[in-house]
């Protein structure tokens, strides 16, 4: 469930899904701390990727989008 945090701070949730012989979905959601969506964001990539990598790349994806 979500926790509030600091007013200063910005929160992100990210995560990603496998979808056998479709490729690897990304998602991140990035939140006040009031709970308000303040940008959500989805990407597809035409690969398989492994989960735990598929994780990483959603993680990395979360960083560059937040720069």
């Given at each position: 469930s979500w926790k509030g945090h600091v007013p200063q701070q910005v929160k992100a949730n990210f995560d990603a899904s496998v979808g056998r012989n479709i490729g690897t979905g990304l998602g991140v959601v990035y939140r006040n701390h009031m709970g308000q969506v303040l940008v959500a964001a989805a990407?597809?990539?035409?690969?398989?990727?492994?989960?735990?990598?598929?994780?990483?790349?959603?993680?990395?994806?979360?960083l560059l989008l937040a720069a």
């Open positions: 990407k597809f990539l035409r690969h398989e990727y492994d989960p735990k990598v598929a994780e990483c790349l959603a993680f990395r994806w979360t």
